[in-house]
């Protein structure tokens, strides 16, 4: 078997970084090689693989941080051989966080 963390590949481009507040973080992405979302607000947010995220309905909740920007919001990454492509949508209490995509 493959030594998976040896291999290292130019990945194509990424999007520009900004915090965000939109119910859709992501669009649908066929490209998409890696994602990653860090909420950088107080509030609890609440993330789905899909669009319709609300507080009952998502896949997987990312603490808040005790203040703004602070650096300490929950984060999630997904790099692995299998890779969401579909929309990612959010729901909060005042959402704030920060997405990053990388293609191929």
Do not use: M, Q, R
């Given at each position: 078997m493959a030594d998976l963390y040896g291999i290292q590949a130019r990945l194509g481009d990424g999007n520009t970084p900004s915090i965000a507040s939109a119910t859709t973080a992501l669009v649908e992405n066929a490209s998409r090689a890696l994602f990653m979302i860090q909420n950088?607000?107080?509030n609890v947010l609440f993330v789905r693989l899909g669009a319709g995220a609300s507080s009952t309905v998502f896949h997987f909740a990312l603490k808040g941080g005790t203040g703004n920007d602070?650096?300490?919001g929950g984060s999630f990454v997904t790099e692995s051989s299998i890779i969401w492509t579909?929309?990612?949508s959010?729901?909060?209490t005042s959402p704030r966080y920060t997405v990053m995509e990388l293609t191929a």
């Open positions: 950088l607000g107080t602070d650096g300490l579909g929309e990612v959010i729901a909060g």
